[in-house]
């Protein structure tokens, strides 16, 4: 989920596209004017190849904001930031909803597969744990204990039925 940790060790505040995002908000493609983040950040200057801090600019910087979203909640955004100050136009931005679906559902199949293989791993553990016991309940209890085939070929026999019949070993 996500979430702001106010105990993280960056203590990095949500910007405003992660707060509509958190407060349902953010439902589809938009741009985006004067962020945060994007008050840190300069832009390429395509003469120089060198950032511009943002107080020598003149125009604001826009991105478009792409909810990363599947049905139960909000797994982030992706912002994009286009090297000049206009807005990007209405093919770029459906054409952005369509990779922010496609990330969502690829973020959303990676967090399926790790919750299943943590189970696998768990269902394995236990069955590890069940076989244990009941190989230490059958090689130690004061009983003569096998088993057996549908056609009497002993598949396994605990050490009290073999000194009970006065075998040496198995």
């Known amino acids: 989920?996500?979430?702001?940790?106010?105990?993280?060790?960056?203590k990095r505040l949500p910007c405003r596209c992660e707060q509509k995002l958190?407060?349902?908000?953010?439902?589809?493609?938009?741009?985006?004017?004067?962020c945060e983040r994007l008050k840190r950040l300069g832009r390429s200057s395509r003469r120089e190849g060198s950032w511009v801090p943002r107080e020598s600019r003149s125009e604001t910087l826009?991105?478009?904001?792409?909810?990363?979203r599947v049905p139960d909640r909000a797994l982030g955004v992706l912002n994009l930031?286009?090297?000049?100050?206009?807005?990007?136009?209405?093919?770029?931005?459906?054409?952005?909803?369509?990779?922010?679906e496609t990330f969502s559902e690829a973020?959303?199949?990676?967090?399926?597969?790790?919750?299943?293989?943590d189970a696998h791993r768990r269902a394995h553990q236990s069955t590890h744990e069940a076989e244990a016991r009941y190989r230490g309940l059958f090689e130690s209890v004061p009983v003569g204990l096998y088993?057996?085939?549908?056609?009497?070929?002993?598949?396994?026999?605990?050490?009290?039925?073999?000194?009970m019949l006065g075998f040496p070993s198995r």
Do not use: F, W
């Open 62 to 68: 826009c991105h478009a904001c792409v909810p990363l």
């Open 22 to 34: 958190l407060q349902g908000e953010l439902e589809a493609v938009t741009n985006m004017r004067d």
């Open 81 to 100: 930031v286009r090297p000049d100050a206009a807005s990007l136009p209405e093919e770029e931005l459906t054409l952005l909803a369509i990779v922010g």
């Open 1 to 10: 989920k996500l979430e702001h940790d106010p105990g993280s060790a960056s």
């Open 107 to 117: 973020i959303s199949r990676a967090l399926c597969y790790e919750k299943m293989k």
């Open 147 to 163: 088993r057996t085939t549908p056609s009497g070929r002993i598949v396994d026999i605990n050490p009290t039925i073999i000194n």
